[in-house]
């Protein structure tokens, strides 16, 4: 398995677009497609929001009742089309019709997604200029297409991998939107990722459910989850290379795992305002759905994020969140340590800076210089079993007050 590429060059057998559709004031890629040659299997991974968007319900159904037939995916910005009743589910349903009408295909073969505010109705006469565009600019600008799923965005995220195997090479490829409103159990963040290998659909349901668990659902920017998240996964098989032997799911599931770890924390590194990115590892907890928990409290409480921004060894904070969440926790058999950069559980902790129950001896200034690190790794040991999870974080500063203040206007 090679490394995962920043960008995509191509994947065979799909091809993508990202338009300005005139969503944007400012005349930026507002509307993207990625369409297959052929049938996929699809699957998805969604908000755990009992609000769910139009755009959620719709793909929820396909998905339910046509996974194995899919053959594009359409997504606007400005607009969630969260919280419009009958109207957003009829827009919803517009889009994809005129999608299909575009391409020769029918509907029920058409997924569609939407970010941007909550509340408002798509703007139906741009989002049918924004498919025509789009249908008529297919190629391997999968750049361009990323850019065109932006709304706070700073940048484009996209990767790619390649896995060679005794009957060819195959490669999956995928992009991701989402700056703010990002917590565990997915984030305002929506990821289309694609691949030209043949997959039995329980096999892509079950790859993608897990490799969503140990990425998309562990991120945190600011601790809210959307009305709009959703994941998606094709699969065109136009490679030639038909995956179905153990250790080929598995070499399968690796990769992907490596992939939506790099959009995961690529999400993280453009959060809205984000100065510092940060690795929470915890260690040796009752179970690993309590590291998670634990992870997940500390990455997005704004006391120990404030403390981040300020390069503050706020070791308190951060015992105070974890003493919080919800899960079995003894302060007097833990451990916290500090190091720069980013780290793996298994890698050498750095500076302890807590234990038993107490501040260690450390310098402070010790501490300081690493806090004053971009990048900076938490390891929380528990001392209490031997469940653990990593989440990613990161900082939260005056930035994003400005950013999320005014997000409407």
């Known amino acids: 398995m090679g490394k995962v590429s920043p960008s995509v060059d191509s994947v065979r057998g799909f091809q993508v677009a990202g338009v300005p559709a005139g969503l944007k004031k400012d005349g930026a890629l507002d509307f993207s497609l990625v369409v297959s040659e052929v049938d996929c299997a699809a699957a998805g991974v969604f908000t755990r929001n009992k609000v769910k968007a139009a755009p959620v319900l719709l793909d929820m159904q396909r998905l339910e009742e046509n996974p194995k037939s899919i053959r594009a995916v359409a997504t606007n910005t400005i607009s969630a089309n969260a919280c419009t009743g009958a109207l957003g589910l009829k827009n919803a349903r517009a889009t994809a019709n005129l999608v299909a009408d575009a391409l020769s295909i029918v509907a029920e073969q058409v997924l569609v997604m939407s970010t941007g505010v909550i509340g408002t109705h798509l703007p139906m006469d741009k989002i049918a200029h924004g498919v025509e565009l789009a249908s008529a600019n297919l190629g391997s600008d999968w750049r361009a297409a990323a850019a065109g799923i932006m709304t706070t965005d700073t940048r484009p995220k996209l990767g790619s991998i390649a896995v060679e195997t005794d009957d060819g090479a195959y490669t999956i490829a995928g992009m991701v939107k989402g700056a703010g409103m990002i917590a565990p159990n997915m984030a305002t963040m929506l990821s289309v990722i694609v691949t030209d290998a043949e997959l039995q659909l329980p096999n892509l349901q079950s790859a993608l459910t897990a490799a969503a668990q140990q990425s998309y659902n562990r991120i945190v920017v600011d601790g809210d ?107 007097d058999s833990t451990s916290l340590w500090l190091a720069e950069g980013e780290s793996g559980a298994s890698d050498a902790p750095g500076l302890e800076i807590f234990s038993g129950g107490m501040p260690t001896d450390y310098r402070e200034e010790d501490a300081a210089a690493i806090m004053a690190e971009p990048s900076i790794t938490f390891t929380l040991d528990c001392g209490i079993g031997d469940g653990g999870a990593t989440i990613w974080t990161c900082d939260i500063s005056h930035e994003y007050i400005s950013i999320n203040g005014d997000y409407r206007s």
């Open 225 to 331: 989850t959307s009305t709009n998240d959703t994941v998606l996964l094709l699969a065109n098989g136009m490679s030639g290379v038909a995956l179905s032997s153990e250790a080929e799911l598995a070499a399968f599931q690796d990769a992907l795992n490596a992939l939506t770890r790099f959009l995961a924390q690529e999400v993280v590194r453009d959060g809205e305002g984000v100065t510092k990115f940060i690795t929470l590892n915890i260690v040796n907890a009752e179970s690993e759905a309590d590291a998670e928990k634990i992870g997940g409290t500390i990455g997005a409480s704004v006391l120990t994020k404030s403390a981040f921004y300020g390069s503050d060894a706020n070791w308190g904070r951060i015992v105070a969140a974890a003493g919080r969440a919800d899960t079995s926790f003894d302060p």
